[in-house]
């Protein structure tokens, strides 16, 4: 049965979102991350952390990832924190294809990933600063799982929540999910009362003064 936030997200998109927790004075929206291949719909999930690092010495190590998908339930979303690097991929096509088959929701990497079009193929999709050629093998390796993270500066925790969709990447930490859906809803509802104001042919600088569709505030949703 699908986290009713994660339903709530998937009918809302990332701008609102990010407006929403602009109003509370939260964190979450990074700025750095965009979609590799062009899926238009929304990816929303659980989020659910990995930890990359260069590999230190020879010998077995934890190949990035593996663990956690292995593992990963419908609606998680990979998230994986390569601290930005993008001389180095830390997500390629097996992973896709075994992230696919378990059900998983989304993959975003705060670094580079690869094999690009297998994503797309099996309609996964998959976030990151760039794409390289460039293999993990024998550079970097999984760190750590589920532990807290940062992405672009923004600090990530499993089982927070994550919206991703054309216009970037948005993180909602758990405990605040409840209040900043109710908020998104409200926002994405007065913007589309005011898109309809423009479509009836109202000027749109009448339609965009407050004194005609005010502002939501965090104020009003507590009331």
């Given at each position: 049965?699908?986290?009713?936030?994660?339903?709530?997200l998937?009918?809302?998109?990332?701008?609102?979102?990010?407006?929403?927790?602009?109003t509370?004075?939260l964190?979450?929206?990074?700025?750095?991350l965009?979609?590799?291949?062009?899926?238009?719909?929304?990816?929303?999930?659980r989020?659910?952390?990995v930890?990359?690092?260069?590999?230190?010495?020879?010998?077995?190590?934890?190949?990035?990832?593996?663990?956690?998908?292995?593992?990963?339930?419908?609606?998680?979303?990979?998230?994986?924190?390569?601290?930005g690097?993008?001389?180095?991929?830390?997500?390629g096509g097996?992973?896709a294809?075994?992230?696919?088959?378990?059900?998983?929701?989304?993959?975003?990497?705060?670094?580079?990933?690869?094999d690009?079009?297998?994503s797309?193929a099996?309609?996964?999709?998959?976030?990151?600063?760039?794409?390289?050629?460039?293999?993990a093998r024998?550079?970097?390796?999984?760190?750590a799982?589920?532990?807290r993270?940062?992405?672009a500066?923004?600090?990530?925790?499993?089982?927070?929540?994550?919206?991703?969709?054309?216009?970037?990447?948005?993180?909602?930490?758990?405990?605040?999910?409840?209040?900043?859906?109710?908020?998104?809803?409200?926002i994405?509802?007065?913007?589309?009362?005011?898109?309809?104001a423009v479509?009836?042919?109202?000027?749109?600088?009448e339609?965009?003064?407050?004194s005609?569709?005010?502002?939501?505030?965090?104020?009003?949703?507590?009331?």
């Amino acid at each position: 049965m699908t986290d009713p936030i994660v339903a709530a997200l998937r009918e809302l998109d990332s701008c609102a979102v990010s407006d929403a927790l602009d109003t509370l004075g939260l964190p979450g929206a990074v700025t750095a991350l965009s979609p590799r291949w062009p899926s238009t719909g929304v990816t929303a999930g659980r989020v659910r952390t990995v930890t990359a690092a260069p590999k230190a010495a020879a010998g077995p190590a934890t190949h990035i990832a593996t663990p956690l998908v292995a593992v990963a339930e419908p609606d998680d979303v990979v998230v994986i924190d390569n601290h930005g690097r993008t001389d180095v991929s830390c997500w390629g096509g097996l992973l896709a294809e075994a992230a696919a088959r378990r059900g998983v929701a989304g993959v975003i990497v705060d670094g580079a990933c690869r094999d690009v079009q297998e994503s797309a193929a099996l309609g996964l999709p998959l976030y990151a600063r760039t794409a390289v050629p460039v293999s993990a093998r024998g550079r970097i390796v999984q760190q750590a799982a589920d532990e807290r993270i940062q992405v672009a500066g923004v600090p990530v925790a499993s089982y927070d929540y994550v919206i991703a969709d054309v216009n970037g990447v948005v993180f909602v930490a758990a405990d605040q999910a409840e209040r900043v859906v109710r908020l998104a809803r409200r926002i994405a509802d007065r913007e589309e009362r005011m898109a309809e104001a423009v479509r009836a042919g109202r000027d749109v600088s009448e339609v965009m003064h407050d004194s005609q569709f005010p502002t939501v505030t965090a104020e009003e949703q507590n009331s």
